[in-house]
C-alpha cells in the first residue's frame, strides 16, 4: 500500500461528511464562542491517539503474539463491515447521542474521530511495513488534516451539498471502502498461503 491510497483508506474510515451530522447535534448546544475552540481540541486529541497506536502498533502485536496475515485479514473485514454502514445506513446514525454539557474526548475525538477501526487500521500499517513510518505518519496526518478541515467548515459543506449531497458521498465513500476491503482480505489471503507454503516446504 502506497501513501496515497493509506491516505484514502484512512480518510475514508475517518469518514468526516458522515459524521457531520453527528459534529453538529453534539456541538448544538455548546456556547457558540466555545464551539470552534472545543472542535479543535477534540481533533488534537484524536490525532494524538492516532500517532500513538500508529508507533505502539508493532510492539502491541509481538506481545499480543499476532501473526501479520490474521491482522490484515481482519482488517478486511472490519473495513468490509465498515463499508457497508456507509452504504445502508442505520436510522439515527451509529451513535444515538444526547443533547448534553461540553464533549471531552468522548464521543468526539474517540469513537467519532479516532474509533477502534481506525487505530486498527494504524496498528496495520505499522505492523505491514515498520520501516515506512515516515510515510504511514505523513498519510496519517494528511487524513486527519483532510478531516479537520471538513469538519471545521462543517457549516459551508452542508449549504454545499445539503444532506442529500451528504447522504449520496457518504454512499460513494462506502463503495470506495469495499473495494479496499476486498483487496486487503485478499492480500492477507494470500500472504498467509504464501507463508503457510513456505513453512511446509
Known amino acids: 500500500m502506497d501513501t496515497l491510497t493509506a491516505t484514502i483508506t484512512l480518510l475514508l474510515i475517518m469518514n468526516p461528511l458522515g459524521n457531520l451530522p453527528i459534529f453538529i447535534s453534539v456541538l448544538r448546544h455548546v456556547d457558540p464562542k466555545r464551539r470552534r475552540k472545543v472542535l479543535i481540541r477534540e481533533l488534537l486529541f484524536a490525532l494524538f491517539f492516532m500517532l500513538l497506536f500508529l508507533y505502539l502498533g508493532s510492539a502491541l502485536l509481538d506481545a ?3 501473526r501479520q496475515e490474521a491482522v490484515t485479514i481482519a482488517g478486511g473485514i472490519i473495513l468490509f ?3 457497508l454502514r456507509l452504504i445502508f445506513p442505520q436510522p439515527g446514525g451509529v451513535l444515538g447521542l444526547p443533547a448534553g454539557d461540553e464533549p471531552f474526548i468522548v464521543p468526539l475525538a474517540i469513537p467519532l474521530i ?3 477501526s481506525l487505530l486498527a487500521t494504524l496498528i496495520l500499517l505499522a505492523s505491514q511495513s515498520p520501516d ?3 510515510d504511514w505518519t505523513l498519510a496519517s496526518v494528511s487524513a486527519w488534516a483532510i478531516s479537520a ?3 471545521l467548515f462543517s457549516n459551508f459543506v452542508l449549504r454545499a451539498l445539503g444532506q442529500r449531497g451528504l447522504n449520496a458521498v457518504e454512499r460513494l465513500m462506502g463503495l470506495l471502502l469495499v473495494m479496499i476491503a476486498v483487496q486487503m482480505f485478499l492480500d492477507g489471503i494470500v500472504a498467509y498461503i504464501e507463508q503457510t507454503g513456505l513453512l511446509n516446504g
Do not use: H, Q, V
Open 149 to 151: 478541515t471538513i469538519l
Open 114 to 116: 479516532s474509533g477502534p
Open 81 to 83: 463491515i465498515i463499508a
Open 64 to 66: 499480543l503474539g499476532l
Open 132 to 134: 515506512r513510518m515516515f
